[in-house]
């Protein structure tokens, strides 16, 4: 039983032996635990030595993989600010982080450490893509407080390098259908030496993620961004073919501004020139300044609207709307004028018409009627008489050319009635200072060309005939064939005067005042043709795609 036992206790006393020396060997490997953090420790201390041994013999004139493979830049955008767009100068500006990754295999390094992250100082010292923006204006790297620049230098050689840049770049805009309008902006970058044989250009998350505008980072006054696209496409040039990297960033304009500023100040004032319409026609300096001031108004809206934009030589969706709303009100001051004018037209007819139906009334002859009062109260003495006589002879010949202005009533004069017969000869035989043969006979003519007078009142026949027989023969022999001329012409006189007064004189000319046809006409055409160039020009602009077309989507 003994001997059965001492084996197997032999062989659990040797497994022991052989754990315990384990165990010893394990502690002895792996050492105490303070020695890894002292090595730990001691590593930045080396950490010169491996950037030195990296640059060491390092050419930063030469691209990586030079005389052997294409080198692919890869690069991504993450846009933090966009805007403002200038129309004026067509161009745009944001602040992005424009980031490039390449492999460059002369920077490879074995070390705990899977990433390097340097600063800019490490820039200069190796190589990094020659890449500039292809229709930028202006480009500013931020230097406050130090470069905003990123290095980093990972395990297996392959390098990022992000910039923080301000961009002003170009941005080509076809304003027809402005301020309805929309524009797709370019961003163009790529190499400025290395043709596409030597250096090419990808996106590094795809054309879809590879550039990020954050919500809160595209809010624009004047545009909304709707999304961008991306593409690549070959230029060629006489040093060879290049790679250009292209971002569209789509803009659409915002119409509240110009709604305010323009378009409904225009309606307005072409509302108001329209209104004019509705002023009494004889308001002509009411109607004038309407006129006028809704013209000048509109040279003004035309003129401002005009500095937000570039000079183009094209007219704008703005300028037709403009132009319409100019005519409108253009017109309402012509259509003022015409109406003036024809009411004008239409006054002097009547004014004619008035005075032609004067001129056909009956007018008593006041010349001769009063040329017999003179006479006929001058009888007291011949002297007196023969100057009468010789002022109504000269008279008559003269074509009745004097016109006395006092009106007084006839006196009866005491003459007797003598015959009408009596010659020349006699009538200078018989006065004590007769006439010439000359001045008897032209009286005489006188008295016989006198045409006959109407048949008149038999009152007033006879009163000039009784007081007519009671004169002396002397004033019988000295007129003679006038006196019977006044017998004659007096009552034709008064008679026609009475009959002149028992007429309805002609009415007056119509008043012109009130409302004009055209004015009618215009009251209704100019709203309606108004109206609907509104209703056109809004439905075909607002269903019009006004978004301008990227080159990568034509």
């Not at 074995?110 to 202006?138: A, H």
């Not at 001129?359 to 008593?364: C, I, K, R, S």
């Not at 209704?524 to 056109?536: E, Y």
């Amino acid at each position: 039983m003994v001997s059965a036992k001492e084996p197997a206790i032999a062989m659990s006393s040797g497994l022991s032996i052989a754990l315990l020396h384990c165990l010893c060997l394990a502690t002895c490997l792996t050492g105490p635990p303070g020695q890894s953090k002292k090595e730990e420790k001691l590593w930045p201390e080396n950490f010169t030595s491996i950037l030195n041994s990296l640059l060491d013999g390092y050419d930063n004139r030469l691209r990586p993989g030079f005389g052997g493979p294409v080198t692919e830049v890869k690069t991504d955008i993450y846009v933090t600010s966009f805007g403002p767009v200038s129309d004026v100068e067509m161009e745009y500006t944001m602040d992005v982080f424009f980031r490039q990754t390449w492999v460059d295999k002369r920077l490879k390094y074995d070390g705990p450490i899977e990433i390097l992250r340097l600063n800019n100082l490490m820039v200069s010292k190796v190589w990094t893509p020659d890449t500039f923006f292809r229709n930028g204006k202006k480009s500013v790297a931020h230097n406050m407080t130090a470069p905003n620049k990123l290095f980093r230098i990972m395990r297996n050689g392959t390098i990022l390098y992000t910039m923080r840049l301000t961009i002003s770049a170009e941005c080509p805009m076809r304003l027809v259908d402005f301020p309805m309008d929309g524009h797709a902006c370019p961003l163009k970058f790529g190499s400025y030496a290395y043709p596409k044989s030597e250096m090419i250009y990808t996106w590094t998350k795809g054309p879809e993620k590879s550039v990020e505008v954050p919500e809160e980072s595209s809010s624009l006054v004047q545009y909304d961004l709707l999304g961008h696209t991306v593409s690549t496409e070959t230029i060629k040039s006489i040093t060879g073919e290049y790679i250009v990297m292209t971002v569209y960033f789509h803009l659409r304009r915002k119409m509240g501004y110009f709604m305010i500023q323009t378009y409904i100040p225009c309606i307005m004032t072409v509302i108001l020139s329209q209104v004019s319409f509705w002023i009494n026609k004889e308001s002509v300096p009411a109607r004038t300044v309407f006129g006028i001031t809704t013209v000048l108004t509109m040279t003004t809206l035309s003129i401002s609207a005009r500095h937000s934009l570039p000079k183009v030589s094209y007219a704008t969706a703005m300028d037709w709307f403009i132009a319409v709303c100019f005519a409108f009100v253009f017109s309402a001051l012509i259509e003022f004028a015409a109406v003036n004018y024809f009411t004008n037209i239409q006054m002097e007819k009547a004014k004619r018409k008035t005075v032609k139906s004067l001129l056909e009334f009956p007018v008593a002859p006041v010349q001769r009627e009063r040329s017999t009062e003179e006479i006929l109260m001058s009888t007291d003495a011949n002297s007196n008489v023969r100057k009468r006589t010789n002022a109504t002879v000269q008279s008559e010949t003269d074509g009745g050319s004097r016109i006395d202005t006092r009106h007084s009533s006839i006196q009866p004069p005491s003459v007797a009635q003598g015959s009408s017969d009596i010659s020349p000869h006699s009538l200078s035989a018989s006065s004590p200072n007769p006439f010439t043969r000359i001045n008897a006979s032209e009286t005489l003519s006188s008295a016989r060309a006198t045409p006959p007078a109407p048949p008149s009142t038999p009152i007033l026949t006879g009163f000039v005939s009784q007081h007519a027989t009671a004169g002396s023969p002397s004033i019988q022999r000295l007129l003679g064939s006038r006196l019977e001329q006044i017998q004659t012409t007096t009552p034709n006189t008064l008679g026609a005067s009475a009959k002149a007064s028992a007429v309805t004189p002609p009415a007056p000319p119509a008043s012109h005042s009130g409302t004009s046809k055209i004015d009618k006409y215009a009251r209704i055409l100019f709203p309606v043709t108004f109206g609907a160039f509104n209703m056109v020009y809004w439905v075909v602009y607002l269903s019009k795609d006004t978004m301008e077309k990227s080159e990568s989507l034509m």
